[in-house]
């Protein structure tokens, strides 16, 4: 049946979905070259918004739980895994106050409405993945801003989509570099359930129907820990939250 509803609902959700892109494309740029950045995050926080109450249209809710008490007067890495490219959405516009970043692949800040112009000036990092050097070195820059301005980066740890929503195991690599620049950042997983879903039968038709859910857990206590071991706990407390615990 969510197949079925798909090919019917898919249309009016890809309609919605690319009237926010080209919506907020021109008003990315009015807010950023006239006012700077804290206009510009303003704006980029309600495109996501609509982006992500787009899944409406497939008739999809949206549940996003966060109880946890987490300062915003401190970088903090959040550790998630990664199942679909509408997990982004709902991540920036709930965690808006801790003024998220990503890092990303650098082919995506061209050629996609709204998207490229925040990848280009949000602050955060666009990587060369065949370039090691240049990679390493634009996520410590990320790390500078986190420390320097308090803000927040969002680490999807599996390095891929998870296609089946089958975790793969996390890595390091992000993580430790990050660590380098802001030691003190406070490390907080987060759970992403069922957005693999909606692009199970590739992008049309979408999956209508679904319960789809963010859930932040538990900050890591991190003191006495290397990054290898970080990695290893956040990837154990996410799949605890997922039932996926390997046996």
């Known amino acids: 049946m969510s197949k079925f509803l798909g090919y019917i609902l898919t249309p009016v959700f890809y ?60 970088p903090v890495i959040f550790i998630a895994n990664h199942q679909s490219m509408y997990d982004i959405p709902a991540l920036i516009w709930f965690l808006r106050q801790y003024h998220v970043k990503f890092i990303s692949k650098i082919e995506l800040t061209k050629g996609i409405p709204s998207i490229s112009y925040n990848l280009k000036h949000g602050g955060g990092a666009n990587i060369n993945r065949k370039d090691s050097k240049q990679a390493v070195s634009e ?30 195991p996390f890595q390091v690599g992000g993580i430790a570099t990050l660590l380098k620049a802001v030691p003190d950042a406070l490390i907080v997983p987060v759970a992403i359930e069922n957005s693999w879903k909606i692009v199970q039968y590739g992008p049309f038709p979408l999956c209508a129907g679904l319960k789809l859910r963010w859930t932040v857990l538990s900050p890591i206590i991190t003191e006495g820990l290397n990054p290898e071991e970080i990695a290893l706990q956040a990837e154990k407390s996410i799949r605890i939250s997922l039932n996926q615990m390997k046996n």
């Open 139 to 168: 996520i410590i820059k990320l790390g500078r801003r986190m420390k320097s301005n308090n803000w927040s980066t969002m680490i999807f740890a599996e390095g891929t989509r998870a296609k089946d929503g089958q975790m793969k």
């Open 15 to 74: 309609f919605f979905f690319t009237l926010s892109l080209l919506i907020f494309h021109p008003l990315q740029w009015i807010s950023f070259r006239l006012f700077g950045y804290r206009a510009h995050k303003v704006v980029v926080d309600y495109l996501n918004f609509c982006l992500t109450y787009c899944q409406i249209f497939l008739g999809s809710s949206t549940t996003f739980i966060n109880k946890q008490k987490l300062p915003q007067g401190r």
